[in-house]
C-alpha cells in the first residue's frame, strides 16, 4: 500500500540477485510490497533511502536509490 500514513517502516530482503521491498506500520507485522530481480547483483551492495515533500501539508514521493 503506497498511501500509508506515518510513521512507517521499511525493509530491503535479499535472495540471491533478488531484493523484496517490505512495509509495516509497527515493525513488527510486514506486508511485501513487491519483488525484483537484479540479474548479476554483486556480493556486496549500498542502498539508500530517498524521501521528499515539496507540500508540508501533502504526501511525498519516495523511492529506493
Not at 519483488?35 to 529506493?64: F, I, K, M, N, T
Amino acid at each position: 500500500d503506497t498511501n500509508q500514513t506515518l510513521p512507517g517502516w521499511v525493509k530491503l530482503v535479499r535472495r540471491g540477485d533478488w531484493i523484496g521491498g517490505y512495509s509495516s506500520m509497527d515493525g513488527n507485522s510486514w506486508v511485501l510490497v513487491d519483488w525484483e530481480r537484479l540479474e548479476g547483483l554483486a556480493a556486496q551492495v549500498y542502498v539508500g533511502l530517498a524521501y521528499c515533500s515539496h507540500d508540508a501539508g501533502g504526501a511525498g514521493q519516495h523511492g529506493l536509490v
